[in-house]
């Protein structure tokens, strides 16, 4: 049981004992003291003076008189500060928990809950390699995944591959037309990359191909369209030319971006790429094999990748393999009155009632759209597990998709629809702005992952730590320790929901809110630990005097851990567990460095007393477990030595 617990369960005990009211453990609120108070935790009293019939000072004096007397082993002393009811924590409970817990590598774990959870992260592309962006998603996914493990939950890692689609076969025609029979053997290009710059080659002639199209719109020359579409590109080109239009750049270049989109359609190797994508829903035999052959690639380059970044998955789910579950939903949905369909045989739902839209589920030719197939996903998934929750790792450009998939599924009875459970998470961006994959202008995950451990070798050499004892081998290790560390701590310190730049130079410094700075501060101690060397009896070892502040300061906040991965989970959020390491780090470097006339007060190996190593030694022990654990959370290794 943590402290707060234990306050709590004391308080509601007091409260029963004096003012025979029943409250719950849940109506005590108690925060950290603020510091110009004596005390370590607060209880705010104004909630209980309705039955106490006393003044706030009045009522919080009873309150601690009873605490003390009842409880000295927990709350030795206190002081009130209008409604507010300051307790001084016994040091005797400290030291305890230090001697309790200080072996402890699995700190914060908590015991199994029965509960299940399926985490969809990564979610790639066919069509190109790992990016930037998707490097925020997997860190995310996986670190969700360690923290919801460390509360109790058994969880599920599944991967929910796009591996099929008009982008994959832009890959595909650009293969044919200009790859001359070029493999990742024959290149020595990794498989993914030599995908993806294929997918750019297309996009390429698809941009040379418009420009004469476009040309001929913006003279309002129609011949390459007909129809409706016609209609459209002429309401465009008359806004285009209106002056309150030529006035508004913003306005301007959206119609623009219209007109470029219809254009590119109309190039025919957009044509050629529509037909190969009917070629592959029918199932066309050549098609096919060219197909398996390049997502083939892509695979192998994605597993090289995933185990450089030491991200897993449990399950693997492929598009090709779900895109047409839905339709049995919908068949059900048809039946079942929730669902209609229009004129052109297309089926909707109709969400206007819930401030929502009409949303297409089947188009009139009977082909699926996403939310189709995310519908018999959602069943499949939860077919294969039963899980209670279904966490979605996506960026927030698909918020309103997944509020709507929830509630079809609500519609439809879904038993899986009340776990449904979008991560959100704002785009990543670098110091240059945003990166755009038709231009080719994506920062691919493989190179971010070579100049981060580049720079972790330039700075760890800059920084003019001794080397010397180190082997090629553990060099090597230390720089991607280091640099993969910082860039996972950089992304997952901001709360997932903003958006952020990422800046390689500042994630690595050994100074700053990063990653090294944490992983510093354990190879410190654990550098501390082998000087010292082992201790005879200090398991068994119980400091019975008082705590000096420091040390009592290490050890509240190494006991506040489960509660910061509690609120982890309730957040949905890793920043929460980043922000606490960074702290953790920051207080142990006080506690190292602070001196007196020179001389170190927290001393382990000039410690005043033999009793006084000891405590010093478990209390840096603990420190050193809490922080590899808080970093494991985050997929983070820590080096011994640095």
């Known amino acids: 049981m943590s402290v707060v617990q234990s306050i709590r369960t004391a308080a509601v005990a007091a409260i029963q004992s004096l003012y025979g009211q029943q409250v719950t453990e849940g109506d005590i609120s108690i925060n950290i003291t603020k510091p110009e ?25 009873r309150i601690g008189d009873h605490l003390v007397a009842h409880h000295p082993e927990l709350i030795v002393r206190f002081n009130v500060v209008k409604g507010f009811l300051n307790l001084v924590i016994n040091d005797a409970y400290w030291t305890q928990f230090v001697q309790q817990h200080y072996t402890n590598r699995n700190i914060g774990v908590q015991p199994a809950n029965g509960k299940k959870v399926m985490v969809e992260y990564s979610s790639p592309n066919t069509n190109k390699p790992l990016h930037l962006g998707h490097l925020r998603n997997n860190f995310l996914g996986y670190s969700i995944s360690e923290i919801l493990k460390a509360n109790g939950f058994e ?36 498989g993914d990359h030599l995908v993806g710059d294929y997918y750019v080659k297309f996009e390429s002639v698809v941009k040379e191909q418009a420009e004469p199209i476009i040309d001929r719109v913006l003279e309002s020359d129609f011949r390459d369209f007909e129809g409706a579409e016609t209609e459209k590109l002429e309401k465009l080109v008359n806004a285009l030319h209106k002056p309150e239009v030529k006035e508004d750049k913003e306005k301007a270049a959206k119609i623009m971006d219209d007109i470029k989109e219809l254009s590119r359609n109309k190039t025919e190797i957009m044509q050629q790429a529509k037909i190969m994508l009917q070629q592959w829903e029918a199932g066309n035999p050549e098609v096919r094999e060219l197909w398996a052959t390049m997502n083939g690639w892509v695979y192998e380059g994605f597993n090289q990748t995933y185990k450089a970044l030491g991200i897993d998955f449990d399950k693997m789910y492929y598009e090709s393999e779900t895109y047409l579950l839905g339709k049995d939903l ?15 045989n297309s089926v909707w739902i109709d969400l206007t009632a819930d401030g929502l839209d009409e949303k297409l589920l089947l188009r009139g030719d009977g082909t699926s759209v996403y939310m189709t197939q995310d519908l018999g996903t959602a069943r499949l998934k939860y077919n294969d ?27 439809l009875g879904e038993p899986s629809a009340p776990g449904i459970h979008h991560l959100s998470y704002g785009m990543v961006e670098l110091p240059h702005g945003r990166m755009k994959s038709r231009e080719g202008t994506v920062v691919d995950a ?50 997932p929901k903003k958006k952020m730049i990422f800046n390689p130079e500042e994630s690595i410094d050994l100074h700053g809110f990063t990653g090294p700075f944490i992983q510093y501060a354990y190879a410190r101690i654990r550098s501390i630990l082998r000087e010292v060397g082992p201790v005879a009896d200090l398991e068994t070892f119980r400091y019975q ?68 190593k000891k405590l010093r030694l478990q209390i840096i022990t603990l420190t050193a477990h809490t922080i590899a654990q808080s970093m494991k959370m985050l997929g983070i290794r820590v080096p011994e030595r640095m």
């Open 545 to 612: 005097g008082e705590l000096l502040p420091l040390e009592k300061e290490l050890i509240i906040l190494n006991e506040q851990f489960p509660g910061i991965l509690a609120d982890a989970y309730k957040e949905m959020s890793p920043a929460v567990v980043a922000n606490y390491a960074f702290q953790l780090a920051q207080l142990f470097n006080s506690f190292y460095a602070e001196k007196v006339d020179g001389v170190p007060t927290y001393s382990i190996l000039r410690a005043a007393s033999e009793e006084k």
């Open 446 to 495: 493989d190179d971010m992952i070579v100049e981060m451990v580049n720079t972790a070798a330039e700075k760890t050499k800059e920084s003019g730590k001794k080397l010397t004892d180190f082997s090629d081998d553990e060099l090597q290790l230390l720089y991607e320790t280091v640099g993969l560390g910082a860039m996972k701590f950089f992304l997952l310190r901001v709360d």
């Open 330 to 344: 919908v068949e059900d949905g048809l039946r079942k009155g929730v669902l209609f369909k229009k004129e052109d």
């Open 385 to 411: 597990y039963h899980m209670d929750e279904s966490i979605h790792v996506v960026a927030d450009e698909q918020n309103y998709h997944f509020k709507v998939l929830q509630l079809i599924l609500e519609k």
């Open 37 to 61: 108070f004596e005390g370590e935790y607060t209880i705010v009293v104004f909630p209980f003076t309705k039955f106490s019939r006393q003044k706030p000072e009045e009522t919080g004096q």
């Open 155 to 190: 969880v599920i890692k599944a991967n929910l591959v796009n591996d099929r689609g008009i982008h994959i076969c832009k890959s595909m025609l650009a293969w044919q037309l200009f790859a001359h029979g070029d493999t990742p053997a024959s290149t020595g290009i990794k």
